[in-house]
């Protein structure tokens, strides 16, 4: 794929033909009446993802045409509240591909046979990165983003199960710290606010947009943490395993024009959260733009043996919860050799990013090695 005639495509997308894409289900850009940039005609793909800035390199992709570049006239589904919600979907045949972060493991231990074939967000390079995860604390609470151990005894509102519940576990074990000297609350994100407010919470644990969103919602809410690295976060780009094995080239071009949007959101994040704005309604454009310039930190679509650590750490955590059953094999669910093929063979589309470790990196046959992985990924 020629990269700037990619970047071209996003920047002289019209406000009018954004608005339009936008419009929600079965939405797809197909200027062409269905032919590619050779005139060849495009190959029809169903994708799915969930209504959140970590995961809008999908509909952006579709609005700026890096899809149709790759010969892909791409179909997204209306966006869905939750990657369980996903899920299903994939498994009920409504869509061939998604993005989905932590529900994938008790999916995949409850009988989806999943695959798993690159990052929506994520690190190949470090061992965890979570620098969309904030900490949002009531104006009384009392609670120092430097002294962790201000968490104790307080009621700390979390989605369990999700991203924000793990990223509390991997402070609380920073504090020294077990869960059972904080009190859990499971809030959905779009109810922290409220529960801010009204004292049913002292501390808020959420993901981008929402500390931005809730910190202007609550009268002297701050946001007291930030990141830190204290937990891997995961997000990848997932199908079945007769999808993929059925439409090996159609994958590699789906990840190709991935690729391509991705760094594109890298160099031009004001840009992408203008975007963001245009599908995530009721978003406010200093928002997006704000909550973008964390994301584009985690937007590597790379897999090395970090991943693989990744969603073994996650798995774990999940385990120690019950959440989960113990002894994911996170080898049987990577397949690797689409998106290595990718780095092969547009190698541009990754040069602004940090070189993934020699240690870490992998082939299409990897089997992972906790040990191993962990010496290899700082």
């Not at 990754?350 to 992972?368: N, Y």
Request: with cysteine; glycine share 10%; net charge negative.
């Amino acid at each position: 794929m020629s990269i700037a005639k990619g970047l071209r495509l996003a920047a002289a997308t019209t406000a009018a033909a954004l608005l339009t894409a936008a419009c929600g289900g079965g939405s797809t850009v197909d200027d062409d009446n269905g032919a590619g940039g050779d005139g060849a005609a495009l190959t029809k793909v169903r994708a799915g993802y969930v209504s959140a800035i970590d995961q809008i390199g999908l509909p952006v992709g579709l609005e700026g045409g890096y899809f149709e570049e790759e010969g892909l006239d791409v179909e997204l589904a209306q966006p869905f509240p939750t990657g369980v919600d996903a899920l299903n979907a994939l498994q009920a045949g409504t869509i061939d591909i998604i993005q989905v972060g932590t529900p994938l493991i008790a999916a995949a231990q409850k009988g989806i046979d999943l695959v798993l074939l690159g990052n929506y967000t994520g690190s190949s390079t470090q061992r965890s990165i979570d620098e969309t995860m904030a900490v949002v604390a009531a104006p009384n609470a009392d609670i120092d983003g430097a002294n962790l151990t201000t968490l104790r005894g307080k009621r700390i509102g979390v989605s369990v199960a999700s991203i924000n519940h793990l990223y509390l576990l991997g402070l609380l074990e920073s504090a020294g710290l077990s869960a059972s000297e904080v009190k859990i609350v499971n809030t959905a994100p779009p109810d922290m606010g409220v529960a801010l407010q009204t004292g049913g919470i002292d501390a808020a644990i959420i993901w981008d947009p929402w500390p931005i969103v809730v910190t202007e919602q609550v009268q002297g809410a701050r946001e007291v943490l930030r990141g830190g690295g204290h937990i891997p976060f995961v997000g990848y780009i997932a199908t079945t395993r007769q999808f993929a094995d059925q439409n090996p080239e159609l994958i590699k071009k789906f990840l190709t024009a991935r690729a391509a949007v991705d760094q594109w959101m890298r160099k031009n994040p004001d840009q992408a959260g203008e975007s963001a704005t245009r599908w995530l309604p009721g978003t406010k454009p200093e928002v997006a733009k704000k909550a973008m310039q964390y994301n584009t930190t985690q937007l590597d679509p790379r897999l090395s043996a970090c991943n693989y650590l990744a969603l073994d750490t996650i798995s774990a955590l999940l385990a120690e919860q019950k959440v989960v059953q113990p002894g994911f094999d996170v080898s049987r669910y990577f397949e690797p050799e689409p998106i290595l093929g990718v780095m092969s063979a547009e190698p541009a589309l990754f040069d602004d990013l940090a070189p993934v470790p020699a240690t870490a990196a992998i082939g299409p046959s990897f089997t992972f090695s906790r040990d191993e992985a962990v010496k290899a990924c700082p």
